[in-house]
């Protein structure tokens, strides 16, 4: 799964990084949580260009916008038959930026945070759907795509979110191209030899921390080297 990520690159980097026709707005952010407004990179179906905008992260379906579930991943096995992301899936696909993500490992009762980035510390684009808003708030939501981890991924989770090529950028983003037998194959575990992980500090487990400390390796003298 993904339940939390990071974005501290710059707004002009990430205009730069994506081919974004405005360059957005955006602030360094550390420890990004579902409910919150993410910054989703889209295609304009009338011009082709590229635009940055907030959606809340928790996909709302226009069928039932005021549902108290609203997940926030969509996993990739099944998605272009579910009924709740089949029309997304079709016509609404986007990138979420990002620096990294977090993913927590289970051993018993207690869950350690690892930060995981693409091993040169780039940027790189998480697969999206969005819905746009309906019923009285009318805001616009998203859920990132999941699917099953690398084997470095694996070490700690079973579950990833799907990093994307920038080769494949052009074709998700397109909104004319609606089969699945183009877009389903681009939903599978980015390679291994991408990946970087390091524990972190647990005080990512609350939203309200916010920093760079955040995303930095865990500082514990005592404890066991984790996967690196």
């Avoid at 550390?30 to 959606?55: H, K, T």
């Avoid at 019923?135 to 859920?143: F, I, Q």
Wanted: proline share 9%; with cysteine.
């Amino acid at each position: 799964m993904c339940g939390r990520f990071f974005l501290s690159s710059g707004a002009a980097e990430v205009a730069r990084h994506f081919g974004l026709a405005v360059e957005p707005v955006l602030a360094p952010r550390y420890n990004i949580a579902p409910g919150q407004p993410v910054p989703v990179v889209r295609q304009r179906a009338r011009d082709g260009s590229r635009v940055c905008e907030a959606m809340r992260w928790g996909f709302a379906p226009r069928f039932a916008p005021d549902a108290r579930s609203r997940p926030i991943n969509a996993r990739a096995e099944g998605i272009a038959a579910r009924p709740l992301f089949r029309d997304a899936f079709a016509r609404r696909r986007g990138l979420v930026p990002a620096d990294g993500f977090f993913e927590w490992q289970h051993r018993g009762r207690s869950a350690r945070p690892f930060a995981v980035r693409v091993q040169d510390g780039a940027l790189f684009a998480m697969a999206a759907l969005f819905e746009r808003g309906a019923g009285e708030d009318a805001v616009d939501s998203c859920a990132i795509v999941t699917t099953e981890a690398n084997a470095h991924v694996a070490v700690i989770h079973d579950r990833m979110p799907v990093v994307l090529a920038p080769e494949n950028w052009a074709l998700w983003l397109d909104p004319a191209v609606r089969e699945p037998d183009r877009l389903l194959p681009l939903l599978r575990p980015c390679p291994s030899e991408w990946i970087a992980l390091h524990p972190v500090d647990r005080r990512v487990n609350d939203v309200r921390c916010d920093d760079a400390a955040l995303v930095e390796p865990e500082r514990d003298l005592f404890s066991a080297s984790g996967p690196s």
